[in-house]
């Protein structure tokens, strides 16, 4: 709360205060005290402490008052419940100082009072809500807006366009459209071409979703309304559909302009799917968008955007053209993409002569936008830590191991039966990325712990973009996960429950070979797998299978061979590098961290 409304409020508290002290003076009487009870007043009586008592009785009943008077000079007040009871008292005692008077007639004005006082706190109420109100500011305007909408028109924009995006080169050329439209659609409409209404840009998150809308803004330089998704549903219904209204409203104010719906799926999910049915507060607040949107209202000059990566979940009549025109795809860049990303954030950061940005994108395939500049800037960190003006190679290949396995616990300690056992994990796993040809090269191994929980880790480097799977290379995947396994068993005799996360792996690759993408030749091109979306959105909450128990047995019999069979190619493998085994594991133990150069050593030594 500022100064200014601590003052608007200062008056109010301050007339309540008043009228409170007001009404606590009229109640009570000078000199009067109430906490005195029966048992002290006959205390002080047997104590020939009491000096006169006078005795106001009520007409109806026994009951009244005593006001009595002390040695010392004060004065009290006890109600009680039978006056016989108390002249009883006094005569047993020969007390004779007391006189029995009629209870006055009830004051009127103490009755009123109090509803006078009620009354008055809350008009004084209903008066601060209201000039809050009028002022659109305080905590009491709240109370008052909450179907007013909730975007804010930000003012950053104006310093981005599209030289500020990086790596998405065609969705800026189909984005370059709208900002002329922005900026000349009488060119267009003169041809009878319309203005898109909506655009969706869909993509994985970090991709740079909410970066182009800011940059077509700000090419376009008009307003740009931003807003997510959960802003616009509360508790209380029809506040959501309320809030769209306004925001429409708002936006017509300053049209052309930009809406920009930051995760729209929280408000536009498939209806039908909840379990709320045709009452439910976020379909409300969708009829309402799509009304508005392309329903029997004009908005011209006004171009919704929204971002979302869960576009499979969205409602159909919110994908529809005249509402979401477009549809931009903004996937994660490939290595030319990363190439310009990378120089983009390395503008404000000195980097060394041996920083190599070209081997960097190389090496961070499927990393996004977001990943690329977290990378950075883990990087700049440990420059800063090392107390350097700038950033050489080794902060940025220690960076990709945090950025993709976790910061490394030195300090835990570990017995070395478990760093021997982890030492020839890793170099099984190791082994198989670098004879497999679609899975390696491997970049770094390790037996220092993670803050991921693993007691060490095999980081290959995926050197290609590529746009789809094969089966040789799911079943190499599946392959690579059983090696740690494996060389347990061949070195040891004995397993360990550290490839848990290996065995869950390999058998989730081999499940979906099977029932997703008809790899398996006795159960043929057909499609086995449930939607794990469905549960998620209500559609199908019972998740019934779509085929038989015979085929679910035959599901799993193909899923062991495919694992079975990869377990026999893994063993194979070790058994014929068993050598390479013992001095990875060896190298490990003496060194705790090995590069890509130390362990393909290791293979031409073999040579």
């Known amino acids: 709360m500022n100064r200014q409304s601590f003052r608007g409020y200062g008056f109010y508290i301050g007339l309540v205060v008043a009228v409170i002290a007001l009404w606590i003076l009229l109640d009570s009487r000078a000199g009067n005290n109430t906490d005195y009870t029966v048992s002290q007043f006959k205390a002080a009586l047997s104590a020939e402490e009491v000096v006169s008592v006078e005795i106001e009785q009520n007409r109806e009943v026994p009951s009244g008052v005593l006001h009595i008077v002390l040695s010392d000079g004060s004065t009290k007040k006890v109600y009680v419940s039978d006056i016989n009871d108390i002249q009883e008292m006094f005569d047993e005692i020969g007390f004779t100082s007391f006189i029995v008077d009629d209870m006055p007639a009830e004051d009127w004005l103490s009755n009123l009072l109090p509803l006078l006082i009620m009354f008055g706190a809350m008009f004084i109420l209903f008066i601060m809500l209201n000039n809050q109100t009028q002022s659109g500011g305080g905590a009491g305007s709240k109370m008052m807006n909450y179907g007013k909408s909730r975007a804010k028109l930000n003012e950053d924009v104006k310093d981005i366009d599209f030289s500020k995006v990086a790596g998405l080169k065609e969705e800026k050329e189909e984005l370059e459209e709208l900002v002329d439209f922005l900026k000349a659609p009488d060119k267009f409409t003169q041809i009878g071409a319309r203005i898109p209404k909506g655009v969706l840009l869909v993509g994985p998150p970090g991709t740079g979703k909410t970066l182009l809308a800011k940059a077509v803004a700000g090419e376009a330089g008009v307003p740009f309304f931003t807003i997510s998704g959960s802003d616009f549903v509360e508790m209380f219904v029809g506040v959501g559909a309320s809030r769209v209204r306004d925001m429409f409203a708002e936006a017509k104010k300053n ?341 890509r150069d130390e362990f393909e050593a290791l293979f031409k030594d073999k040579a």
């Open 255 to 595: 049209a052309p302009c930009i809406i920009f719906i930051d995760e729209i799926d929280a408000v536009a999910r498939r209806r039908g799917t909840g379990m709320g049915g045709g009452h439910d507060e976020r379909e409300q607040t969708l009829n309402q968008m799509l009304v508005e949107m392309d329903g029997f209202g004009t908005n011209e000059g006004i171009i919704v955007m929204a971002a979302t990566n869960r576009v499979d979940i969205l409602d159909p009549a919110i994908m529809r053209p005249g509402r979401f025109d477009r549809k931009v795809f903004v996937g994660r860049p490939d290595i030319g993409g990363r190439k310009e990303i990378l120089r983009v954030h390395a503008k404000n950061k000195p980097l060394g002569d041996d920083v190599d940005l070209d081997q960097i994108a190389q090496t961070t395939a499927g990393f996004t936008g977001a990943d690329l500049e977290n990378l950075l800037n883990e990087a700049a960190i440990l420059a800063a830590k090392s107390a350097r003006a700038y950033i050489i190679q080794d902060d940025i290949k220690k960076s990709f191991v945090k950025v993709g396995i976790g910061q490394e616990k030195r300090s835990k300690i570990i017995t070395e039966k478990e760093k021997k056992i982890t030492a020839y994990h890793e170099a099984g796993h190791a082994i198989l990325f670098h004879v497999l040809p679609d899975v390696g090269p491997v970049y770094s191994v390790s037996i220092i712990p993670t803050g991921a929980g693993a007691a060490g880790y095999t980081m290959p480097i995926n050197e290609n973009d590529e746009m789809f799977n094969t089966k040789g290379k799911m079943l190499q995947d599946i392959v690579v996960s059983l090696g740690g396994r494996i060389a347990e068993e061949i070195i040891f005799d004995d397993i360990t429950t550290g490839a848990s996360e290996d065995i869950k792996q390999a058998t989730k690759v081999a499940r979906a070979m099977v029932t997703k993408y008809g790899m398996s030749e006795k159960l043929g091109l057909l499609n086995y797998s449930n939607d794990d979306d469905e549960v998620f959105i209500g559609r199908d909450l019972a998740h019934t299978r779509g085929f038989s128990e015979s085929v679910a047995n035959l599901i799993d019999t193909e899923v062991k061979r495919i694992v079975d069979e990869c377990y026999d190619k893994a063993k194979k493998i070790l058994l014929e590098n068993e050598d390479v085994l013992h001095g990875c594991a060896k190298l490990l133990l003496e060194k705790e961290k090995i590069g």
